[in-house]
Nanobody, 118 residues
Framework: QVSLVESGGGLVQPGGSLRLSCVAS????????VGWYRQAPEKRRELVGS???????RYSGSVKGRFTVAADETKNEISLQMTNLKPEDTAVYYC????????????WGQGTQVTVSS
């Protein structure tokens, strides 16, 4: 299991952009799925987007075309680029790493607050 440290959250106006970063404490290996989830007040945690080591991506319908998940293996970094932000994107965002080899191990970040408001 790796420790994940997130950064980049904050307050942004509607229509603005923000980039979240998540740095793993060690190498996440060559077989993995990384992603970002979010949880708004009184709502369930939901998948925002994910990226596999085979470059397969998945995005929530509400963010598709606006958010991009990327992974930099040289830096052990997972990022979430968010554009055209909307008030309904306000939530705590969590980084998630699922290492698939030699066994399945899942790690979560501590969460970072994103607030979209004028």
């Amino acid at each position: 299991q790796v420790s994940l440290v997130e950064s980049g959250g904050g307050l942004v106006q509607p229509g603005g952009s923000l980039r979240l970063s998540c740095v793993a404490s060690g190498n996440i290996g060559s077989l993995y799925v990384v992603g970002w989830y979010r949880q708004a007040p009184e709502k369930r945690r939901e998948l925002v987007g994910s990226l596999s080591s085979s470059n397969t991506t998945r995005y929530s319908g509400s963010v598709k075309g606006r958010f991009t998940v990327a992974a930099d293996e040289t830096k052990n970094e997972i990022s979430l680029q968010m554009t055209n932000l909307k008030p309904e994107d306000t939530a705590v965002y969590y980084c998630n790493v699922v290492q698939l080899s030699p066994e399945r191990v899942e790690s979560w970040g501590q969460g970072t607050q994103v607030t979209v408001s004028s």
